[in-house]
């Protein structure tokens, strides 16, 4: 949003070298009705600074904990980039990032996206940062700011990688209380994915693009919608089901279902000492993960760990308040069904 | 420092589509170690969950604004990559993100890294994130995690793109003054920069290395110091110098000379109304900006927008206190020289 390299209306030299200055110039320009749209009474002052500012003044928060997280959504971006839609990928990166710190029991405040490019398309950058914005609008996120990099020499024509940055806030004492409220016993349930979210696509794209040969315009084979649409369906944000419950004390932790699957990613909510066992037939995976696993001869322990097979969220909840939980989503908007048991152990079974 | 995409260590169809998943795990092993090192009191829990903590209990700043920014340090990847020197561009990202917030009236807190690379060299990754974390620790800021995302259908094997993100605190009484402090009469105060810290490389490298010719370990025309050095000279911090002067009511504002150069920038500092007349004289520029201008034919008014010309930071000061500020500038090894004024118009006037 704000610093697009080097800025000016004439630069012959540097244009020769490949980056356009006055189409950066407007780009900036385009972008402030997009991002102001996002901000609340905490943002402070204007774009044009040299950084976003957000007042930290009388939080809710006791003892307020700031938790911060980047990541990028992968090789999604080149299947958004082979299919001509840029509008989608912002929000996968923005939903992503809210999940990260729901997962710490964190409620998002601020986005930052930085988007690196070979020349700037500027039809391109505008969706992609209408996609931030709308993933930060509807998550109650304000965008502070970003970068856009035009670099020629890195990026080839048409390409760009995005990267996300967010900052949220939680009461120390529910960090502590999450470090080590799990126990044995306690329940996990699962809250569906929308799809691949953003993770696996390396994978994914070679089986689906390299060994089957499909085109991203063509059916999937199990339904109306095209390869394109099942492969960008955006990753979903669990705000709405868990932001609620984070205060819940029946709730023990949560997981982000992100790469590494549940084996490399449910040991991070549960204490030493413990660990998961989840049942794989208390769901059912959508279509595209057995496709996968079928037009890639991918093994069962392989699957698991680089897709989320249908489960995005897991909450770790008490046994007496799972029902409740359960239904307190479903009410939001997000089934969550019971998928396994916290065992003493370590790691994830399957049973 | 987090989230190498998917892991685990048996995962042939993925390591088949270009993710070595071992290689990312003992990658995210060797890591803790350098990030831990950067790590004050202020740093909440381990990392491995989703997110990186940081208590905001008992900030010294009364009515505390956060302040964020992201950046890249453009080419300049590029140069490091050529070079196969990959443990400076970390420090170069850290150094421009905190003189980002030192412009902004804040202090730099915590730190977040993304690396976007092809496929993932341990010892390159390495390098780039002890660059990182030597940046952070020399300016006492916190790297709280970050992301390493192969991608090898997006980046060529051997190239790699850097980004960051960085949150600093400031007292909101202090950005209310500097949004209106500044005023005719006030000395421009210019504090040299290293080189061309991370700004223009796009047009620095085509001139050196594809008009010109040059490799990078062959030397300057004007000194002993390779071309490979001086593209990589780390981009200065600004931090012990303007550090303990963000309190002094002198200081009407902060420049940070990026892309867009003096015009793009000086601006940015002050109220509308305003503007500044700066002396082209009142400096010698480093040598190595009149040999772009002459190797690249490139005209005074774009090397001004396109480069720092030697002034990497500027500060606005009340005409009584400059040669005060100016001497604790120089105490703190930063010399500060006055080199214009601020005016009554706007943007930024030759003379």
Same sequence: chains 1, 2.
Avoid at 73 to 99: F, I, M, P, S, Y
Avoid at 151 to 163: F, N, T
Avoid at 208 to 221: A, S
Wanted: net charge negative; glycine share 14%.
């Amino acid at each position: 949003m704000s610093d697009v390299e080097p800025g000016g209306a004439d630069a012959p030299a540097y244009r020769a070298a490949g980056v356009d200055l006055e189409t950066a110039d407007r780009f900036k320009r385009d972008l402030r009705s997009l991002v102001s749209a996002t901000h609340g009474p905490r943002v402070v002052g204007q774009l044009g600074g040299f950084g976003g500012c957000f007042s930290l003044a009388d939080l809710p928060e006791a003892d307020p904990v700031l938790v911060v997280s980047a990541d990028g959504v992968g090789t999604k971006v080149l299947v958004a980039q082979r299919a001509g839609r840029h509008d989608t990928v912002g929000e996968d990166l923005v939903n992503h990032c809210v999940d990260d710190l729901l997962a710490q029991g964190a409620r998002a405040l601020l986005f930052l996206d930085y988007v690196g490019t070979g020349r700037l398309d500027p039809h391109v950058a505008r969706d992609l940062v209408t996609g931030v914005a709308r993933g930060c609008r509807a998550n109650a996120v304000a965008l502070l700011g970003g970068e856009t990099a035009e670099m020629p020499g890195l990026y080839r024509d048409g390409e760009y990688d995005l990267a996300g940055f967010i900052a949220g806030i939680a009461p120390h004492a529910r960090l502590e209380r999450w470090n080590r409220a799990a126990r044995a016993g306690d329940v996990v349930l699962g809250l569906p994915s929308s799809g691949l979210h953003t993770n696996g696509y390396t994978l994914a794209r070679r089986i689906v693009l390299d060994l089957e040969g499909r085109e991203l315009d063509e059916r999937v084979p199990w339904g109306g919608e095209t390869w394109g649409e099942a492969l960008l369906a955006v990753h979903r944000s669990y705000r709405d089901a868990v932001g609620p419950l984070l205060d819940e004390p029946a709730l023990h932790g949560a997981v982000h279902v992100t790469g590494g699957g549940f084996a490399g990613n449910v040991p991070r909510a549960l204490p030493p000492g413990l660990g998961a066992r989840i049942d794989r037939s208390a769901w059912d995976p959508p279509p595209i993960f057995g496709h996968l696993a079928r037009a890639g001869g991918v093994g069962q322990e392989e699957m698991a760990r680089v897709f989320n097979l249908g489960i995005g969220f897991c909450l770790i909840v008490e046994p007496a308040a799972a029902e409740d939980v359960s239904a307190r989503c479903a009410v939001a908007g997000t089934p969550a069904v019971p998928i396994g048991l916290v065992i003493e152990g370590s790691g994830v079974t399957w049973g």
